[in-house]
């Protein structure tokens, strides 16, 4: 999966409870356009352009999966459904909510629905102020300076005053500080990586990724099973217990835990299925002698998905390797996963059913796997 595009987004009211429409933008930010990863300090500032109660504004940092024109649709929805009233008549008036598209990156468009980067934001004083509490040297890719030079120059003198006020970001409902690490487990093609690069982004966390494109006996096993099984699963296990070992050997004091998209107990749940019974015995010994000196996961988070919808993922991700992967394989794979759970009990294991959503392209469905996580 693609790691999102960062958007700068305007958030501004005058008129009613503005602090309470700012928290609702906010949320409904937070749920149907992006995660958000920073929000500015608040500032009171007069309205410009007419006669109006003071602004209370700021800015956000939000990383998307939408493009631009999906961005800026969502934002004037949610403006819709907060109360926001669009007038016609070319002239500026109070408002509930005000959500303004300020950068998508470094997009720049012009026509009639898109003008990015936004034509006045460069001008006002109180863009570029909550701007620069949140990415100071952010550069205007039309102007090509950074916000901190803008402000330095912009000739807007209105008075902003910081309102001792912090809007809450919905992400940090979810604590999952409480871990040192979490383990995302499931079939080929169930989501891991993309739920693990997901969580690392949203919670400061630092991720282990499978290095299986690496694996040089991965493309020769789909060929030809009999004969390459038992060294590609020894190779996975050489591979998964020297990458563990050393990052989790390996203190982050930047990162709040580890999230990884494998436990190394897999090795034990593919050979059984990959391997005859005389090399499968062979292999056990091997991985009880390995897996004694690695640190167990906090968590295991199970990613069920039916054999249907696993062949689809498969099939758009496009691995030629892969391809010719049977349905039959997959539900081995996933009654051995099952077997490991219910014979390890006293493992912390999360069972999430994702066959009938898609938490990549949808956000809710992603928040809802959140959800059932730290439930």
């Not at 863009?127 to 912009?154: G, S």
């Not at 009880?288 to 000196?293: A, F, S």
């Amino acid at each position: 999966m693609t790691q999102g595009q960062t958007v700068l987004i305007g958030i501004g009211s005058n008129t009613g409870d503005t602090l309470n429409h700012l928290q609702a933008a906010i949320d409904a930010i937070h749920t149907q356009v992006g995660s958000i990863h920073q929000i500015s300090t608040l500032y009171q500032t007069p309205a410009l352009g007419f006669e109006g109660n003071d602004f209370i504004n700021g800015c956000l940092k939000v990383v998307t999966q939408l493009d631009a024109s999906q961005v800026l649709a969502k934002l004037l929805a949610i403006e819709i459904t907060l109360g926001r009233v669009h007038h016609n008549d070319g002239h500026y008036h109070s408002r509930t909510i005000d959500l303004d598209l300020l950068f998508y990156g470094s997009l720049i468009s012009k026509s009639e629905h898109l003008e990015l980067p936004h034509p006045r934001g460069h001008e006002r004083l109180f863009v570029l102020q909550p701007l620069l509490d949140i990415t100071p040297d952010f550069v205007h890719p039309v102007l090509n300076k950074t916000i901190a030079a803008l402000l330095a120059i912009c000739e807007d003198k209105s008075v902003l005053t910081p309102v001792n006020v912090h809007l809450i970001n919905p992400i940090h409902n979810f604590d999952f500080s409480s871990y040192n690490f979490i383990a995302i487990e499931g079939n080929i093609g169930a989501g891991k990586t993309s739920l693990a690069h997901m969580m690392s982004n949203d919670f400061n966390a630092k991720k282990i990724l499978e290095r299986f494109a690496d694996n040089p006996f991965l493309p020769k096993f789909y060929e030809d099973k009999t004969r390459y099984a038992f060294t590609l699963e020894m190779s996975f296990l050489a591979d998964r217990y020297q990458q563990i070992s050393d990052d989790l050997s390996q203190l982050d004091l930047f990162s709040d835990f580890i999230v990884s998209d494998y436990d190394v107990f897999k090795s034990l749940i593919f050979s059984k299925i990959t391997l005859g019974e005389d090399e499968f015995m062979l292999y056990r010994k091997l991985f009880y002698q390995v897996y004694k000196d690695i640190a167990r996961p906090d968590m295991y988070i199970y990613l069920y998905q039916n054999t249907e919808r696993l062949q689809e993922n498969i099939r758009l991700r496009g691995r030629d390797y892969e391809q010719t992967i049977e349905s039959s394989y997959l539900e081995k794979i996933n009654t051995g996963y099952l077997e490991f759970i219910k014979n390890h009990p006293e493992f912390n294991v999360k069972i999430i059913d994702i066959s009938n959503r898609d938490f990549i392209k949808n956000r809710i469905d992603y928040l809802w796997i959140l959800e059932q996580i730290y439930s």
